[in-house]
């Protein structure tokens, strides 16, 4: 927080508008992937059906760390777009150093309020002013499995470590590459995240993972998540370290591999790809976090930029946060709706599981910020990411690893 403070400086105070032109949007995000760029497609099209112009200012990059660096380097120049993707914590960061536009009387109109379950709002808002629009709702503890390749298997759908670990070996013995990942750090904490759950259950994920207790991060049950995530590591090929997400989920979608475990922007990709879920593919809750759902939600912020822009903000953001875009939307992104009031018709068999189960969560308490931008700080979050690379990779060892998960704590200071 500081650092981002400190590197924007006084151009914060200073900021003008990139454009003059009314009724235009120029949005940055990080939807580059084939799957993405169709959704993208949506969100352009119903803004420009409300006569508004978009400007695509993508930035490639799963994860986004790319796009945050251009972001910050554009709000630095004076030069900040009229929305960007910004998750999360990061949202917050943005919101204390005063820069974002106050959209609350959009949601005072729109009723956001009683549409969105706390745990969205709580990233919607700062200071009790709505900032961002957390629109959508991805998770990422899912299985993405081709069809083909588990019926050829022959075992059981995992529902815990020891049939997930069967599964795995089953597919390995069969010359198949049991897990597609992407050796990248946002990539392995998704992994992590995953495994906290898994092993340690949802309420010692809050402790570990959300409150950053140290005991819990010294347990000998963080010790086992330690231990299955580089147990994992025997069931990726040696091509993962630095892969991309989408090419991860292109070799489950070829039958390359089985299965990738990530949010369910993969599901964006079979859908690009013109698979079908149930026939082609399948989406199982990564084993042992059935009833969980820890979301990716996302939103975009709008700059405090010149009074001619601010009507097409508004617009751009009550259009988010509408049914009538999420709706859409979600189909293609492999997202669904975040709106409480929105219709699942549209959703395929596993859109329609993971509405069903969102709003089961989000009522029982069980609906939790994922570990990728929704856990913590940016510092902590980081430090965590790099200790798990680090452990993948070979550098850490799983004590190692642990001493580094407590000490992650630390990093916020
Ligand atoms: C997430 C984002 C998703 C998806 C993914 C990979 O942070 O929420 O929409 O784009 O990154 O790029």
Redesign the pocket.
């Known amino acids: 927080m500081l650092k981002l403070a400190r590197g924007i400086g006084i151009a914060a105070a200073l900021l003008v508008s990139s454009s003059a032109i009314a009724q235009e949007v120029e949005v940055m995000h ?2 580059t ?1 084939p799957g ?1 760029a169709a959704a993208v497609n949506v969100m352009k099209e119903q803004l420009e059906k409300k006569g508004i112009k978009w400007v695509d200012a993508p930035i490639a ?4 760390q790319a796009a945050m660096t251009a972001l910050r380097a554009r709000v630095v120049a004076g030069d900040p777009p009229t929305a960007a ?1 910004v ?1 999360g914590y990061d949202i917050k960061d943005w919101a204390e150093l005063n820069l974002l536009g106050d959209i609350s009387d959009a949601a005072r109109q729109d009723g956001w309020d009683a549409n969105y379950p706390d745990a969205y709002k709580f990233f919607g808002e700062y200071n009790g002013k709505w900032v961002a629009t957390p629109f ?1 709702v ?1 998770s990422t503890n899912w299985l993405w499995l081709n069809k083909a390749a588990f019926d050829g298997l022959g075992v059981a759908e995992p529902t815990d470590w020891d049939s997930f670990i069967a599964m795995l070996q089953a597919a390995k013995d069969k010359g198949l590459i049991p897990l597609a990942h992407g050796g990248q750090s ?1 990539q392995d904490a998704v992994l992590l995240g995953n495994v906290t759950i898994a092993t340690g259950g949802i309420e010692f994920y809050r402790k570990a993972i959300l409150q950053q207790d140290k005991q819990a991060l010294g347990s000998e049950t963080m010790r086992k998540v330690l231990e299955r995530v580089l147990q994992l590591k025997d069931f990726m090929d040696s091509n993962a370290p630095g892969r991309d ?2 090419l991860a989920t292109a070799m489950v979608i070829k039958g390359e591999a089985l299965t990738q475990t990530m ?1 369910d ?1 993969a599901k964006g990709e079979f859908v690009a790809a013109g698979k079908k879920a149930g026939d082609d593919y399948m989406c199982l809750r990564f084993p042992g976090t059935q009833g969980v759902v820890s979301f ?3 939103s975009f912020v709008v700059f405090n930029v010149s009074k001619a822009d601010k009507a097409a903000q508004i617009e751009f953001v009550r259009t988010l946060m509408s049914p009538e875009f999420q709706e859409p939307w979600s189909v293609l ?1 492999g ?1 669904v709706p975040a709106n409480l009031k929105a219709n699942d018709a549209l959703l395929d068999a596993c859109g329609k599981k993971a509405f069903a189960e969102y709003k089961e969560a989000a009522a029982s308490g069980n609906l939790v910020g994922a570990i ?2 929704f856990s913590a700080p940016a510092a902590i979050r980081s430090a965590v990411e790099d200790v798990v690379s680090r452990l993948l990779s070979g550098d850490l060892n799983v004590d190692g690893a642990l001493a580094g998960v407590v000490a992650s704590a630390d990093a916020a200071q």
């Open positions: 990080w939807w992937s993405e990059g799963g994860g986004g993707m998750l959508d991805h946002w997400w989408n949010g922007w990716v939600a996302d992104k997202a990728q931008l």
